[in-house]
């Protein structure tokens, strides 16, 4: 294998872990905890008492709230955008490299959005509930950010943080001439949205103007990480700004959502484990099983959550085994995610590349350029 390749092997590598933590969080503890939550998403009757929560899996989770695997997944995939992105951003312009990014979220998303709405029908079907939305509410949804932009409730619990993405992805194209020279200064934007959001906190602005803004913050340490890696920044300030980074991720996020100001626990140890896969990418080199993982992870995502919950609560109703219950959905959910990655995603993605690539390419002007695969898309907890 090319040193140079492997050496940023390591993200899609984190990719694979990322998905399969959010999985674990979703079937191994929320679906048994916070039965209310689920009901309200599958829109099925809760999970009664008389199915305890497994103490087989109770190991997992004997560091919550400190550690969730949810969280944890969810800030790797936050930190591998952040330090891909920036290699997409030197070779094109910001309408082709906007142009990519379209083609690969939203044609999966809709995909898996509607593997979601399907599983909402089925299990009502089942339970006889009626269909509980309306035509628009479920529409709006298909674009990630209208129903954010409309004020509507996520009908699937996950597209939170595609919204985030997004966001991401815009912030990068308007300071795509930061980018490209490598220079410092890109690092002025994640100074500026913390005013913004400190301001908003203090002058009583809604959980959709607040919500974003800690983790779009967040999001630049994985950019600290892709300028060290390219030598545009030192080892001494590379740690500076990673370090007020993350102070400015745990403030916001402790004042904007107090509820949520444990999570920063877990979203510290996710950029010490990017940190070691980093410093060690050989640990991290690809396998057929990581590839695998890696390739169906945005799928994965997308689909694992209410689809698999309905499942579930399906099975378990029918008197099967928890155990077997957890096997069976996890499989099915692994197999959907690949079949949706090879029909949906690849071929969405490869038309998303030719037309990004009319847009003229520019040749980066960052020493240094190293292949790194761009398809890294988290997400997405």
Not at 111 to 131: K, N, P
């Amino acid at each position: 294998m090319d040193q140079t390749r492997s050496r940023v092997d390591f993200a899609n590598t984190l990719r694979g872990i990322a998905a399969v933590c959010v999985l674990i969080a979703h079937y191994t503890y929320n679906f048994w905890t916070l039965r209310g939550a689920v009901a309200s998403l599958t829109h099925a009757p809760a999970l009664p008492d008389q199915f305890a929560f497994p103490t087989y899996l109770s190991c997992l989770h004997a560091m919550e709230p400190q550690f969730n695997w949810g969280a944890f997944g969810v800030a790797l995939f936050f930190l591998v955008s952040g330090f891909v992105i920036p290699f997409s951003l030197r070779n094109m312009t910001w309408q082709g490299f906007l142009v990519g990014r379209l083609f690969r979220i939203v044609p999966l998303y809709m995909a898996g959005f509607s593997v979601t709405l399907l599983a909402i029908w089925l299990v009502g079907r089942y339970f006889g509930i009626a269909w509980p939305f309306s035509f628009s509410e479920a529409a709006i949804h298909y674009l990630p950010g209208l129903r954010e932009f409309f004020g509507m409730p996520s009908i699937d619990g996950i597209v939170w943080t595609l919204e985030i993405e997004i966001k991401f992805y815009v912030i990068c194209a308007l300071a795509v001439a930061l980018f490209r020279r490598g220079s410092i200064w890109v690092f002025a934007v994640p100074a500026a949205l913390a005013a913004c959001e400190f301001y908003m906190i203090h002058n009583s602005f809604g959980p959709a103007f607040l919500i974003p803004v800690p983790f779009l913050i967040f999001m630049f340490i994985g950019v600290v990480f892709h300028y060290l890696h390219v030598g545009a920044l030192t080892a001494e300030r590379s740690l500076f700004l990673g370090a007020s980074l993350f102070f400015g991720f745990s403030i916001l996020l402790g004042q904007a959502m107090p509820g949520l100001a444990s999570m920063a626990w877990t979203y510290g140890f996710a950029v010490l484990v990017f940190a070691f896969a980093a410093s060690f990418p050989q640990l991290f080199q690809r396998t057929r099983i990581g590839d695998f993982f890696a390739d169906i992870s945005y799928p994965l995502y997308v689909i694992h959550g209410v689809a698999g919950y309905a499942a579930l609560r399906v099975l378990l109703d029918l008197g099967v085994k928890a155990w077997l219950s957890l096997i069976i959905v996890t499989a099915g959910a692994t197999g959907l995610a690949w079949v949706l990655h090879v029909v949906v995603e690849t071929p969405s993605h490869n038309l998303g590349k030719r037309l990004a690539a009319r847009l003229r390419p520019i040749v980066s002007q960052l020493p240094g350029t190293v292949p790194v695969p761009t398809n890294a898309l988290p997400a997405a907890a």
